[in-house]
C-alpha cells in the first residue's frame, strides 16, 4: 500500500496480518529523520518459535496519509528485516479496510474509518 509519512515521504507499507504491531525499520526512520521516542517498557521481538530476537525500545509519531485516508500512528523502530514500514494485525483490525487482493487496492469504508480517518472537504457535508 503506498502510503506518504508527515506529507512528505511515499513509501510502500507493507500490510502483514502476521505482524503483531506496526514496525518501521530503524534505517528507513533514520533516512525520513523522524525523531525517536522512547518506549516505557521496552518490548520483545520473538520470531516464531519464540526465541527472542532484539528489542524494541523506541518508537516513532507519524502522520500517515493513504490516499484519502488519514491519520496519526505510532511505528515501532525495529532493527531487523527487511521492510521500511509494516502495518500489522491490530490495526487491520481496527480499520478493517475492504482490500481487493487481486487488484491490489484498498478502501477504507469502515465505520471506525467514517468517523476518525477519512478526509472530508470542508465543502461537503
Ligand atoms: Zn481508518
Redesign the pocket.
Known sequence: MPVVINKATELKALLDSGASNNFIHQETARKLGLTPIRKQEPQEVKDIQGKNLGWISHYVKVMLDAAQ?Q?IINLNIIPLGIHGLVIGLPWLQ??D?DIKWSKQKIR?S?M??KE???RRSPHTV
Open positions: 485516508h491519520e481496527k480499520h479496510p477504507f469502515s471506525f474509518c476518525n480517518c477519512n
